[in-house]
């Protein structure tokens, strides 16, 4: 089982920059790959950056491709989400979310029902 918590939401303005971590328990953090994930106020949530369990491959949602990174680091049981050129259109609560490798061939695993852990979440708020 794993057990993920998010931090480092807040408060930031456009343009500016926020560093998102997931921080996981359990021994087999290296067996999952991971992802991050997002809900607007009154919106459905949606899929924003995914990481293979090794780290060597990601994948994003174009409406943040080339201004969020993730990464992880499997010695620390981490996973990251480095935010820049922040927009209003990225208020939201983050999710980290999990789901175990092996069952898809591919990171662009978009959808929730494959992940099957999840974090509490954390706001991120920028303001115009």
């Known amino acids: 089982q794993v057990q993920l918590v998010e931090s480092g939401g807040g408060l930031a303005q456009a343009g500016g920059s926020l560093r998102l971590s997931c921080a996981a328990s359990?021994?087999?953090?290296?067996?999952?790959?991971m992802a991050w994930f997002r809900q607007a106020p009154g919106k459905e949530r949606d899929f924003v950056a995914a990481?293979?369990?090794?780290?060597?491959?990601?994948y994003y949602s174009d409406s943040v491709k080339g201004r969020f990174t993730i990464s992880r680091d499997n010695a620390k049981k981490a996973v990251y989400l480095q935010m820049n050129s922040l927009k209003p259109e990225d208020t939201a609560v983050y999710y980290c979310?999990?789901?175990?490798?092996?069952?898809?061939?591919?990171?662009?695993?978009?959808?929730?029902?494959?992940?099957?852990?999840w974090g509490q979440g954390t706001q991120v708020t920028v303001s115009s």
């Open positions: 359990g021994r087999t953090f290296s067996s999952y790959a």
């Open positions: 979310a999990s789901r175990p490798r092996g069952l898809y061939t591919t990171v662009a695993v978009t959808t929730i029902r494959p992940y099957n852990y």
């Open positions: 990481i293979t369990w090794s780290g060597g491959d990601t």
